[in-house]
Structure formats: C-alpha cells, structure tokens
C-alpha cells in the first residue's frame, strides 16, 4: 500500500523518520519529551508507559495529525491512547488501505476507527485477510464485506478457530440452511460473537421447551437472526410470563412466537398494557377477547392504534352494531390490519352483486382478507352459474382444488374448523379423514409444513 499512497492523499507517509538510534538515556529524555508534547494537547499518557514510542517529537505529531486528518478528535485518541504506539508507514497505512479495499468507505475510516482502534495494531496478511476470506466462505457478499465490518468492526480481532466457527456448526446442527448463514451474517453479524454455551444454546433450550420444534425455530433464526440477540433472563422470559399474566394460553405460545418473533424482544408489558386499554374503551372487548386476539394475531401489539380505528370505524359505518364488530376481531384479527380502500371494494360487491346479509359477514369476517379478483369473484361467479348456494366460509375457505371438488359433487360437505396449534403435538385438522397425512413425515415436519401458513 505504501507505493501507492498518491492514491490515497489521506495516507501520505510521514515527511519525519523515526531519528537515529539512541542509547538508553536518550529514549528517556526523548520520552519524557514526547509525554510533555502529548499532555499540552490534551492527551493522558498514563497508559502509553509500557508501549513503545518514537524517538522525536517530530514523528509523534505526524501521527496525532494523521489520526484528526482521519476525523479522530482528541478526547477520540483519549479512548484508546495506545493507537499512539503504531507506526504510521508500518501499521496505519497497510491497514488502512485494505480495509478501503475491503469496502469500508474512505469517508467513514474515522468513524471505523473510533469503534475499533485496535485494527491498526493487526498484521494485514496474518490477522485481517484470514477474517474476510472466512466471511467470504460463509457465503457473504464481496460487497457486503465492508458492511458487515462497520456493523461489527470486533469480527478482525476474532480467532477463525474461536467462536467464529463454533457458532455457526451450532446453527447448522439444529437445522439453519448452511446456505442462509451467509445472510444471516449480513442482517446480524454479532451473532458470530456469540457464546454457543452461555449464549445462542440457553436460548434455543427454552424456546424448544416452550413447545416450538427445532425445524420451525431454524426457519425463524434464518429469516430474523438478530432475535439471538435476545436476552434471555431480561427480555425472553419476562416477556413470555408477561404473555401469559394477560391471558394468552401456555399451550399456544409456541405458535404466537412462530408468527411474531419479535415479540420476545419487546418492552411488551407497556404495549399489551396499552393495547387492551384500548381494545376495552375503543372496541369494547374485554381481557379475555384481547387475549384470543393476540393468540390469532399477535403483531397487534405493535400496531398503531389510529390505524386500528380505520377499518373499525368502517364496519361501524356499514350499520354493523359495536357488539358485532367486536365480535368479528375476535373471530379474526386480521381485519384490523387490512386496507379500507380494500374493504370498501370487497363489501360493494358483497351487498351489490351478491345480496346478501350482512350477518353473513358477522359470522365470517374472514370474507374481508380474501382477495375481491382472484378468490371471491371467480368462485361466486361458478356458483351462480350452478344455482348453488352455501355460505360464504364453504367456497372461500378451502384451496382450488378443494373447491373443485365441492362443485362437482351432489351435495355439499358440512363446515370444519380451521387448523389448531397444539403445543409439542402435531397440527390438528378437523375432517383429518380427507386430508391425510403422509406416515413417513415426523411430527415436527408435519407442524412446520402445516404452521408456517399461520
């Protein structure tokens, strides 16, 4: 690097050497010197005792200069005096310019410098390439390279025999896709830190004994890795007892966390707080209501309560009585995340063209989440064009072929209910007699197949 430092005008060389050799005496009064130079501009020395330092005043100032030229302030160098002890052509400019080549770009150096200092002690060949190339065989992106680091700056100083690899074969071994590390890095390289045993395995450990199978908790690591970050005696568990002093049943907590991880990172005690004072005032359903609600959608602890209020205040402007309303969020949730743009479309072609009673969508308010052009139309126009009439959960509630089915029967089938999660047990279906399940499968690929549409 330093032959081609006209490239790089921030990395000049120093115009000073390091002096002449210098017998003992010397190094003591050219130290004392230097220290006396460090104090006048605000810099401690206590701790530069034990490094050693140039032998001119000269030199010290060309790397006081080049390190503020680099957008380090004083009280910066004061965080970690010993990057005094590096050399500016030995230590800083090598490194410097690959970390530039890496990706770190040239204006953040500095802010990547406050963070970790200790890189510019580090041998390029010997200590930095060996990290990168690791990274680069978990599957990282050469361009994410540089992100990744200004994310997590501490990975250079780690031991590729270290917890570097011990992490990874941990998530492998419990079922995360070995080509998903490398994304996962990207999203949330601090888990490459992380203690297998103190760490990333406690958590695991109670997330299974919660009733979520390995191959669903896999899934979620893989698509949300930074929920190993997790805490797991400040925010995991006080946040699952907290789910269940406001009423949500222990046997459906694995399913809550499957569809919304990020629950357990929450400050979860104020939302659910807030959101069922709400739920009571506003939509009149009581504790026990908002407790199912969060069972079927638990995201709702997070979203703004204005826009809540929005497809509420449609259906109640529909002539739909509050009770009913309330009844229909508990049946289904998903309504109060849904656009009324949507709902207006879908509830004109209910009364318009179907004419029917709007009890019917009271008792189904699933209706609402079904798509108005790919499900609703089509199929109510193949059953007009049959004279047949059922109820609206009987030919939207079922995929295409079942549909199909149903019409080319002579009678119609009674009405199930949806699929249920039960904890540490398969997914039970009613009507498990027409939809059979293949005896090869295990139970826990039998739950992840059938609750990740959950």
């Known amino acids: 690097m330093s032959t081609q430092s006209s490239k790089f005008p921030e990395y000049q060389m120093p115009s000073v050497t390091w002096g002449v050799i210098q017998g003992r005496k010397e190094k003591l009064v050219s130290r004392v010197i230097i220290c006396d130079y460090l104090k006048t501009i605000g810099i ?6 034990d490094i050693e330092l140039p032998s001119t005043v000269e030199v010290m100032r060309e790397r006081v200069e080049f390190l503020q030229k680099l957008g380090l302030t004083i009280d910066d160098i004061n965080e970690y005096p010993l990057i005094l002890g590096c050399s500016v052509r030995k230590n800083m400019i090598p490194v410097l310019g690959y970390l530039e080549k890496i990706g770190i770009p040239r204006a953040r150096m500095g802010e990547f410098l406050k963070n970790y200092p200790q890189c510019l002690h580090a041998s390029v060949v010997v200590e930095l390439v060996p990290v990168v190339k690791f990274l680069r065989g978990l599957d990282v992106e050469k361009q994410d390279i540089g992100y990744v680091l200004m994310k997590y700056p501490e990975l250079l100083g780690f031991k590729l025999e270290g917890t570097l690899s011990t992490s990874v074969a941990y998530l492998v071994s419990i079922g995360v896709n070995p080509r998903d590390i490398g994304p996962m890095v990207t999203q949330y390289p601090y888990l490459l830190g992380m203690r297998v045993g103190t760490m990333i395995k406690p958590l695991v450990d109670y997330l299974v004994s919660l009733g979520l199978p390995k191959k669903i908790l896999a899934r979620m690591i893989e698509k949300r890795a930074y929920i190993l970050g997790y805490d797991l005696e400040e925010t995991v568990k006080p946040n ?58 638990p995201q709702i602890v997070s979203l703004n309560q204005n826009v809540i209020m929005k497809p509420v205040d449609f259906l109640l402007g529909r002539g739909i009585p509050a009770d009913d309303v309330a009844k229909m969020v508990v049946k289904c949730p998903q309504l109060l995340s849904l656009q009324v743009g949507l709902m207006k479309n879908s509830y004109y072609y209910f009364k318009s063209e179907m004419a029917r009673s709007v009890k019917e969508l009271v008792e189904f308010p699933e209706y609402f989440t079904y798509s108005l052009e790919l499900r609703i139309k089509p199929r109510y126009q193949r059953l007009k ?70």
Request: proline content about 4%; overall charge negative; aromatic content about 8%.
């Open 240 to 297: 699952v007892d907290c789910l269940t002093s406001f009423g949500i049943r222990k046997e459906v907590l694995a399913s809550v966390i499957a569809q919304f991880p990020q629950i357990l990172g929450l400050p979860l005690k104020a939302k659910l707080s807030s959101q069922q004072y709400f739920f009571n005032l506003k939509l009149k359903i009581d504790p026990e209501g908002f407790a199912r609600v969060i069972e079927k959608m």
């Open 44 to 49: 401690l020395t206590d701790e530069l005792e």
């Open 385 to 454: 064009s049959k004279g047949i009439r059922c109820s609206l959960a009987w030919f939207l509630n079922c995929s295409d072929l079942r549909f199909e089915e149903r019409l080319q029967g002579e009678y119609i089938e009674a009405e199930s209910a949806g699929p249920t999660f039960i904890m540490g047990g398969k997914l039970e279906l009613p009507g498990s007699e027409i939809v059979s399940e293949e005896e090869d499968e295990s139970d826990d690929e039998i739950l992840y197949r059938r609750t990740v549409s959950l």
